[in-house]
């Protein structure tokens, strides 16, 4: 025990010298240099300018002062922050082959064993395996056609629940999220309440984030530590690790085990793991990749959706003119004998436009997910080192005035030409991420984020709550995290009209 103390204590203090020394003697090389950036500390570098809330405001105000690529760089740790569309795709789609690593996460990644997800593998052999079950599967608009009555149906369950109590709407648009998820992965049938596969899948989720928090960890920082053993006095995390792998796994193999007793049945609904468990034999590897690949789905799909949905209702609220042209584009192309459907989207020009304004004005992920460079890069004359994290700031790209016209306020038409003005450019180029590392659910995401704005304008009246005669203005502010959220608001959301009523209830009993 003293023994294995000592060796620990060394080690650790071995490094840290190692490190210090290495900062100190480090001479400005010649040749490129890093993009501009804030000015940090010896040693520390920028470690006192990085942001821990709404990363992407402070981004976008280096992006102004330095220019579309800075750099900053902590504990050593270099970071790439990317200010424009034109810089962004020029680097991380164009030079993809160098650009689509992820970094190490010591305490997600290999000590819970997080790594397996298809957002944190490493890029490599293992990466293109589970990009391409995603690619045969979801991977054009074509193949949503497979998926358009799981969103349908389960996009009237949720008009039916929003109707019942429409003062739980967050935790409704959660619910759908993960409902079609599930049903996609596994063609499994969420129940309405207490569905135990849904505590399972957020209670693993929530342990994902506490793991990947910036800066939870000293393990992140400090990567030796992870070989402290677990009995060690201060080394809970790696108890911590344990228990949250025993979890991770469960989440991995329990609906996946439900898929293959029922196919073994012949009761199993066609699904993600169905599809691709079927016909030929799999080898252990195929069934391990299978089995991580619906895994990754709910991660990279529920929160992403569920922000998606839910911003779309605050926009509805604070801009009922919109909702209303939308209404009238809906009430003439559907009509109000029956709900709109996947069809009817060709023939609905301004619900397509607010669609692409919803993915838009708030940005679902808005400092997207960092990229790690495989090789030093020279771009543009700077130097971006191997091993350098590029962060492309999608919520700037996204609200860049130079691009989009009063970025802030909710406008589809922005996107409608005219004959005096072009459309603004599409979002979709930029909100779903870059390269080979680029959402590969974004098909299912447009499909979901359609169905839930047409259905809930076909059939809802949403606008600012009224409290004993006082007009409440709906709060506008977001979470902090990968995925950004509105903060909780208040709406009210009634049918639009008796026949609107007896369609969401009349659908309730079709269909399967
Ligand atoms: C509005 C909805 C969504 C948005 C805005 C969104 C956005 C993103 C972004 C920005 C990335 C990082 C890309 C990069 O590194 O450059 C990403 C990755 C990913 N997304 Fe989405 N996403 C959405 C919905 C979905 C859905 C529905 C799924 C699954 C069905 C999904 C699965 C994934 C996965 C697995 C990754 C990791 C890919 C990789 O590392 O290779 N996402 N998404
Ligand atoms: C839809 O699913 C079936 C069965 O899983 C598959 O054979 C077909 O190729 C899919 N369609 C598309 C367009 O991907
Ligand atoms: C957050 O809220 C503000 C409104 O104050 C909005 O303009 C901004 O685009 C929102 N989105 C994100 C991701 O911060």
Request: overall charge neutral; hydrophobic content about 40%; some cysteine.
């Amino acid at each position: 025990m003293a023994l294995s103390f000592i060796n620990t204590v060394d080690i650790f203090c071995g490094v840290l010298c190692l490190f210090l020394l290495h900062s100190l003697l480090r001479r400005p090389r010649k040749g490129p240099l890093l993009p501009p950036g804030p000015k940090g500390l010896p040693l520390i570098g920028n470690v006192l300018d990085m942001p821990s809330e709404q990363q992407w405001l402070t981004f976008a105000k280096w992006g102004e002062q330095w220019g579309d690529i800075c750099s900053v760089t902590v504990l050593g740790q270099p970071f790439i922050i990317l200010n424009s569309a034109k810089v962004a795709t020029a680097m991380l789609d164009k030079k993809s082959s160098i650009y689509s690593d992820r970094p190490v996460l010591q305490m997600a990644g290999n000590l819970v064993g997080w790594v397996n997800v298809l957002a944190l593998i490493p890029y490599g052999e293992r990466f293109r395996r589970v990009r391409r079950l995603f690619h045969r599967i979801m991977g054009t608009s074509a193949s949503m056609k497979n998926f358009s009555q799981i969103e349908e149906f389960e996009t009237r369950r949720f008009l039916r629940r929003v109707l019942t109590k429409p003062g739980d709407l967050a935790a409704h648009v959660r619910h759908i999220a993960g409902a079609i998820i599930l049903r996609i992965s596994y063609g499994y049938e969420v129940k309405e309440v207490g569905d135990p596969l849904v505590e399972l899948v957020d209670q693993a989720m929530e342990q994902f984030s506490s793991s990947t928090a910036p800066g939870a960890y000293l393990v992140d920082v400090l990567p030796i530590l992870r070989h402290v053993p677990s009995w060690f006095p201060g080394a809970g995390f790696k108890r911590t690790a344990k228990s949250w792998a025993v979890t991770m796994n469960q989440m991995v193999d329990e609906p996946h085990q439900f898929v293959k007793h029922q196919m073994a049945a012949g009761t199993a609904r066609p699904s993600f793991t169905s599809s691709l468990m079927e016909g030929k034999s799999i080898t252990a590897e195929e069934e391990s990749d299978i089995k991580w690949s619906a895994a990754s789905l709910y991660g990279g799909g529920t929160d992403t959706t569920v922000s998606a949905i839910y911003s779309f209702f605050l926009a509805m609220t604070r801009y009922p003119e919109v909702a209303k042209k939308a209404q009238a584009e809906i009430d003439a192309v559907v009509g109000n004998e029956r709900l709109p459907t996947f069809e009817d989207r060709p023939h609905l020009p301004y619900v397509d436009a607010l669609v692409k304004e919803v993915l838009r004005w708030n940005a679902v992920a808005p400092t997207g997910m960092p990229h790690r460079v495989m090789e030093d890069d020279v771009h543009d004359g700077y130097l971006i080192p191997k091993g350098a994290l590029v962060i492309a700031n999608i919520w700037k790209l996204l609200h860049d005035p130079a691009v989009y016209v009063n970025p802030d306020v909710f406008n589809p038409d922005r996107f409608m030409a005219t004959e005096s003005t072009l459309a603004e450019p599409d979002p979709r180029g930029v909100c779903f991420g870059f390269g080979r590392r680029i959402c590969p659910g974004l098909h299912l995401a447009d499909v979901s984020v359609f169905i839930s704005c047409a259905m809930s304008l076909a059939v809802f009246d949403i606008s600012k709550c009224v409290e004993a005669g006082v007009v409440i203005e709906p709060v506008h502010e977001n979470t902090t995290g990968t995925v950004s959220h509105p903060k909780p608001f208040k709406c009210s959301i009634k049918a639009r009209s008796r026949k609107a009523v007896s369609l969401i209830e009349a659908d309730e009993h079709k269909q399967r």
